[in-house]
Structures are given as C-alpha cells and as structure tokens.
C-alpha cells in the first residue's frame, strides 16, 4: 500500500510502498477514506527544533508513518476488540492513553501520564491503511461524511478550547489566528451563543474565510485592533473571551490589553518558546482566568463537537481547501505555505 513516511531528521516526505499492517489483538485496521495535515505534520515536514522537541518527547522510531487525522471504514479488527465492527465509520483519537494512571482515572485521559501520540510514538494514518488501538477510536454517526470525520481531531481542539472559555451568550470573543482551528474556534463560538466574534489574522485570505462565518473579521497587520475592540467593547472595558491560536510570540504584547477586567484567556497555539507576561497588570490585576488547552476530552469533546457536525450547526466544508492524493505528498505540504484552510489526503485519488 501507499504510504508517506518520514525516514529520518531532516527535512521532507516520501510516499513510499509499505506492506499493509495487520491490527494486534486490540486494534482496528482502517481503509482511510480522508486525511488531514495538521500543524505538527508540517514541523515533521520542515524538521524544525518544534518537530526535534515533540518526536523526542513521545519516542519517535524512524521510519514511522505520518498523520493523526483520519477517518476511514473498519475492515477488520483484533481478537480482543469489543464493541467495534467490520464496516463501522470511525474517526481516531491522537492521544493514546493508557487507562491506569490518576489523570486516566479521573476524567483526564488526554492528559495521561503515559501518554503516546498517534502518527508520532506509533505509525499514523498518512497511508491506504491504518491500524490503531480500539480505546481511541470514535464511531461516526452515519450522516457525518468521512471528510467531516478526518477534522474532528483538529475540530475538537477547538471545541475544547469553547468548553474551556466559560462563555456566556451575548459574550463578545476575540478569536487571535484564522487558521483552520480558529477557523473552527469562531464557528463552534458563534454557534455556542457568542453575541460577536472579532477573528484576527496577518492574512487577508485567512481573515476573509473568517467572515464568511459571520465574524468581523481583521487583519491585524492592517488595521489598529485596539480600535476596533474599544467600537465594540468600550463599556465593559474589552472583550469577554480571547482564545490564542496564532502561536505568534509578538502577540503576547498586546494580548491582555484587549480583555475586559474579570475576563477568560484560553491558549491553543504553542509559541515555542518562553514568554514574558506582565503577571501584575496583564493576570492579577485584571482578575484574569488563564486556562492551556491541551487535544480533547476524552470522549466529552468528541461527543459536543460531534452534535455540532451532525445538526449542521457549523459547516466542516468550508474548512476543507485541497484535497490531494498520496502520491503528492510533497506538493501538498508545499500548499500550506500558499494560502490553504485543511489539506486532505485521499487515498481513493491515487487509483
Ligand atoms: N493545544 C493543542 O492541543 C493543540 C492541538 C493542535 C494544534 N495546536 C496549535 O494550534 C495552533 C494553530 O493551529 P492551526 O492548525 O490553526 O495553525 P495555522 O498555522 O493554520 O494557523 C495559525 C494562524 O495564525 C496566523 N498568524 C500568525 N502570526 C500572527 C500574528 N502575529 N497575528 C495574527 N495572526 C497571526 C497565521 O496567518 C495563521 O492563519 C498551532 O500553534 C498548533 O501547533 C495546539
Ligand atoms: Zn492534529
Ligand atoms: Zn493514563
């Protein structure tokens, strides 16, 4: 089967011809019908200190398969597997669990202990096929289409960052970076009961998708955003909610400056390094609430962003910009440095 594969530390992909796995006693094997690239696949791509970082972190072994982001058709299961079946539609969960530890125990499996990272400890998805343990497998309503699955990973992110923003209807949100998971933060908040969302970006193409969902849309490069906060905020002070998903470190120098007093921070983006923070003016004296993100609830998110998908209550297609085969690989990632929403390989492309 086609495969695309990182062989070692340096830059770029192959799509290479890899034998089909067989899934062990507790795994699926999947058809992949859609797949996507996301920020971490594009550090591996560019093999940069955030790629070095995170591969060490959950034991990388080369050559391993890329991709997390899937979803495809169960054709056959291991001997232990329950509750799963030949034909079922499923999506995967990227954070591989181990189901003992305190976090596992207490309702916060995406942040084991013992955490492995699927597409990174383990081979992904970026192929024809794909196994993966059956504890991290979410069944796809019937409705949902495999394009719609392959963005629940990254739509649940963002739906976590909403759960984590306290919002409240009629808030005013701003949402700091379109990519595709502001993208997603500014539809789940204006489908959550966000009264506005102020969606900024560097990007013209990126700030136009965002008003294509109803946001105001600025370009931050362009325009004084100061300003445009105080023409909608001015009597609370700021806006109620900020949620961070650029991982630019230049925007921390402003980023309180826009929050109302007693208002709620939640960060997505990695910036990839330290970053100096005001704790006096910017948290304390403003009575801020900070609050890190990190993947999904397990399986609360899947399940709220799931409702979200199948009442059509935001529209995953809009997101969806490329779709590639896996043969192209290389063409591919290039494009998510040309102006792109999601990427998708499907494999079905290559026959
Ligand atoms: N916390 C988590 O669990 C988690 C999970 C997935 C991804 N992430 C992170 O979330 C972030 C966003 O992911 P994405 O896929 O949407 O990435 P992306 O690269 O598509 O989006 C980032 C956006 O920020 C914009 N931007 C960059 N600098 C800016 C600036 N100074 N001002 C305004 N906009 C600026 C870019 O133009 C781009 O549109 C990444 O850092 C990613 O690593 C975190
Ligand atoms: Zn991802
Ligand atoms: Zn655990």
């Known amino acids: 089967m086609k495969a695309i594969i990182k062989s070692g530390r340096k830059p770029g992909v192959e799509c290479v011809e890899i034998p089909r796995p067989a899934p062990k006693a507790d795994e699926v094997l999947i058809e992949v019908k859609a797949t996507a ?6 550090h591996y791509w560019k093999w940069n200190d955030s790629a070095e970082a995170f591969a060490n972190q959950y034991n990388v072994q080369f050559p391993f398969v890329l991709g997390h982001e899937c979803a495809g058709i169960v054709t056959e299961i291991g001997a232990e597997v329950e509750g799963i079946a030949v034909g079922d539609h499923v999506a995967f969960e990227t954070h ?198 990190f993947g999904r609830r397990i399986w609360d998110t899947w399940y709220a962003f799931s409702g979200l998908v199948e009442n059509k209550k935001i529209d995953l297609s809009k997101v969806i910009t490329h779709r590639f085969p896996l043969s192209m690989c290389t063409e591919a990632f290039e494009q998510t440095g040309k102006g792109a929403g999601k990427i998708l390989f499907i494999p079905e492309l290559d026959k």
């Open 96 to 293: 591989i669990y181990c189901g003992r530890c305190y976090q596992c125990r207490t309702g916060n499996a995406h942040n084991c202990q013992n955490l492995a990272i699927y597409g990174t400890s383990c081979d992904g998805c970026f192929a024809e096929y794909a196994t993966a343990p059956a504890s991290v497998c979410f069944k796809l309503p019937d409705t949902v289409s495999f394009e719609e699955g392959a963005l629940y990973e990254p739509g649940g992110v963002a739906m976590h960052a909403v759960q984590r923003a306290d919002l409240r209807p009629g808030d005013t949100v701003l949402v700091f970076g379109c990519g595709a998971i502001g993208q997603m933060v500014t539809q789940i908040m204006l489908a959550s009961g966000a009264g506005r969302v102020i969606a900024v970006d560097i990007d013209d193409y990126k700030v136009g998708m965002a008003r294509e969902y109803g946001a105001i849309g600025v370009n931050s490069a362009k325009e004084d955003l100061g300003e445009v906060v105080k023409r909608y905020t001015a009597e609370r002070g700021g806006v109620d909610v900020i949620v961070e998903v650029t991982g630019a470190p230049s925007v921390y120098e402003t980023l309180f400056d826009y929050l109302r007093p007693e208002g709620h921070v939640v960060t997505v983006a990695h910036p990839g390094k330290p970053i100096p923070i005001n704790v006096t003016r910017s948290i304390n004296t403003k009575g801020a609430t900070l609050r890190g993100v």
């Open 37 to 42: 690239i996301c920020g971490t696949d594009i």
